[in-house]
């Protein structure tokens, strides 16, 4: 099993940056698929970004393309989201998952089987 606590969510004005850290426990970090999603208020959860296993490979919801960037550390058992020129609409509580199981990025929420309690990012105008 993965569990997964995320850290550094926060208020920033707009065009701020912020740091999202998860950290993994268990054996099975370096071989999960890991991806960030976001859920607002009142709305669905989306996703934002993943990461391949290896950290090789990274995809990103055009949302955030440009501006957000995933990556990982196996031997320390840690994915992280760097977010940069935040826009208020980028608020919502922040997840990361695990998915097990594949061997590429995955960006179906469906696919991840280990999600974190989530952190709040508010982006203020």
């Known amino acids: 099993q993965v569990h997964l606590v995320e850290s550094g969510g926060g208020l920033v004005q707009a065009g701020g940056s912020l740091r999202l850290s998860c950290a993994a426990s268990g054996r099975t970090f370096s071989s999960s698929v890991m991806g960030w999603f976001r859920q607002a208020p009142g709305k669905e959860r989306d996703f934002v970004a993943t990461i391949s296993r290896s950290g090789g490979s990274t995809y990103y919801a055009e949302s955030v393309e440009g501006r957000f960037t995933i990556s990982r550390d196996n031997a320390k058992n840690m994915a992280y989201l760097q977010m940069n020129s935040l826009k208020p609409e980028d608020t919502a509580v922040y997840y990361c998952?695990?998915?097990?199981?594949?061997?590429?990025?995955?960006?179906?929420?469906?696919?991840?089987?280990?999600w974190g309690q989530g952190t709040q990012v508010t982006v203020s105008s």
């Open positions: 998952a695990a998915a097990r199981g594949y061997s590429t990025y995955q960006t179906s929420a469906r696919r991840y089987d280990y």
